[in-house]
């Protein structure tokens, strides 16, 4: 299948849609902030991070337009939902570990590189072939990720990390590509709210049993470590990932995951003001290209 651009299901994605998954990416930037402050395990973040998420999910859920009478969520709708809650949950888990190995901004950038396996993923399996638009500006964001992180191999700035966690982050990003390709096949078929509350709690199931399974710290022992878990859940996925998922209803998979590359930037500055992480001229450079690739994703 071949078209000027990645299919949508409309012929321009409205302003609002854009505006909400830009939104969500933002809130989304937030996590690993969250996941700082709180004195959890990686996994054990990431199950307090959906069960705070699903009271918000649970009210989207029955105040979204109910289906036909009649018509049921198919089985192949239930399988790509299921498929998104375990890819999620592999996701989050990563990332959270790749955050005690290496800075905000390396763990960030590396996991949003998921805009490449979206893509490619995407044309193979869905049939979304990319225009050159969006392929010129997929391979922008990923220049703009790379000279992001290119201070830590060079020994400039305050940019430290090791191998093992930008792997963990490197992990993070296919699987949050795989959730991406799930999530938008799970949505021909059921509607965001569904979508969204099912996934997650899949996902919280199997965070709680790697959690337990790894011997993390599951209860947060501080007033601090709650609001953080409760923060991930609230902001970074009630929110964030519930914006996101409704957003997908509108735009291609490629297109609306290339946008995702916009949480790095958020993590970069959020990291710098908190914790001190100051970004290099480099690195700066690299935000700027990551904001023209979103804004060339919006004309597209």
């Known amino acids: 299948m071949s078209a000027p651009a990645i299919p949508v299901r409309s012929a321009s994605p ?4 854009f505006l909400a998954l830009l939104t969500g990416a933002t809130c989304i930037g937030f996590s690993g902030i969250f996941v700082r402050l709180a004195d959890v395990g990686p996994a054990a973040a990431g199950f307090w991070r959906m069960l705070f998420a699903v009271p918000a999910l649970v009210a989207w859920t029955v105040l979204e337009p109910r289906r036909p009478a009649g018509e049921r969520i198919g089985r192949g709708a239930f399988i790509a939902v299921a498929l998104a809650g375990l890819t999620f949950g592999v996701d989050v888990t990563l990332y959270n570990a790749a955050l005690g190995h290496t800075t905000i901004a390396n763990a960030s950038l590396l996991g949003n590189l998921s805009p490449v396996g979206v893509v490619l993923g995407g044309w193979l399996l869905l049939g979304d072939k990319p225009s050159r638009r969006i392929l010129g500006a997929l391979m922008l964001a ?5 000279l ?23 992990g993070a990003a296919l699987s949050y590509a795989a959730y ?5 096949r799970a949505r021909d078929g059921a509607g965001a709210g569904y979508v969204s509350l099912v996934s997650s709690i899949i996902c919280a199931v199997f965070c709680l049993v790697a959690a337990l399974l790894l011997g993390e710290q599951v209860i947060p022992a501080s007033l601090q470590g709650w609001l953080a878990v409760a923060a991930l859940g609230v902001v970074s996925h009630a929110l964030g990932q519930g914006l996101i998922t409704l957003s997908l209803g509108s735009y ?17 500055l959020a990291a710098w003001a908190i914790f001190g992480e100051q970004p290099t001229p ?18 597209g």
């Open 14 to 17: 409205a302003l609002a849609m």
């Open 142 to 146: 990923v220049a703009g990720a790379a």
């Open 148 to 170: 992001l992180v290119l201070p830590k191999f060079t020994g400039a700035g305050q940019v430290t990390g090791n191998l093992f966690g930008d792997s963990l982050a490197v």
């Open 180 to 184: 991406i390709l799930a999530v938008r």
């Open 252 to 268: 291609g998979a490629g297109a609306a995951s290339l946008v995702m590359v916009w949480p790095a930037l958020v993590s970069v």
């Open 282 to 299: 480099v690195q700066a450079f690299g935000g700027v290209a990551i904001l023209a690739a979103v804004l060339l994703v919006r004309r």
